[in-house]
């Protein structure tokens, strides 16, 4: 069953993401109605993000182009033998670019937070999930099999019992054979 809101479009990749920032870490449309709502809840704020990251990146290059030009007037200025242009503002400049990057640090805690209750419900609704593993990443296997809960929980707490039963038969220490006394040895 397709999801009923409109499911955003891929943002342009952002270098040195995370697994869970990326559009794909939830696959699209696996045919579980709730699954797939928390897939476009996912998408949405891993959108969102990269606009913000986005927007930084686009500021940083608004600032190159504007020294750029400015560069180029003064040198146009200096050879005309006429006044320089007055220097540009760095304190509006870092402004803008400390505001961008506020947002960014806004938009990326809110898709961690909508990480995390995604997979705290794909944990909780993992016998769900089973049939449709084939279409989960890697890195989506690991962040619901490693957290709370997980196959890791899982496997902690079967060696536990077994260190509680063995712990239960007090099985005495094995003697260290590597070592023998000055009679044996003659």
């Known amino acids: 069953m397709a999801s009923t809101t409109a499911a955003p479009t891929a943002p342009a990749p952002v270098q040195g993401a995370a697994d ?3 559009f794909d870490f939830l696959p699209a449309e696996i045919g579980l109605p709730w699954f797939d709502a928390l ?22 290059d608004e600032a190159d182009d504007e020294q750029a030009e400015h560069r180029a007037a003064v040198r146009a200025a200096l050879q005309a033998g006429k006044p320089t242009p007055p220097a540009l503002d760095p304190v509006a400049a870092a402004m803008k670019l400390s505001l961008a990057q506020e947002d960014v640090c806004r938009a990326e805690e809110q898709l961690a937070e909508t990480t995390v209750a995604c997979l705290a419900v794909l944990r909780t609704r993992r016998s769900e999930c089973e049939p449709h593993l084939g279409s989960f ?32 038969l007090q099985i005495a220490g094995i003697e260290d054979l590597s070592t023998t006394t000055e009679q044996e040895a003659a």
């Open 20 to 22: 869970y920032q990326r």
């Open 39 to 60: 897939a476009d809840k996912h998408r949405a704020s891993v959108v969102m993000w990269s606009e913000r990251v986005e927007g930084v990146a686009d500021l940083l």
């Open 137 to 168: 990443g890697d890195a989506l296997v690991n962040s619901i099999t490693r957290g709370p809960g997980g196959r890791t929980a899982v496997i902690a707490e079967e060696l536990r019992r077994r260190l509680k039963r063995l712990d239960a």
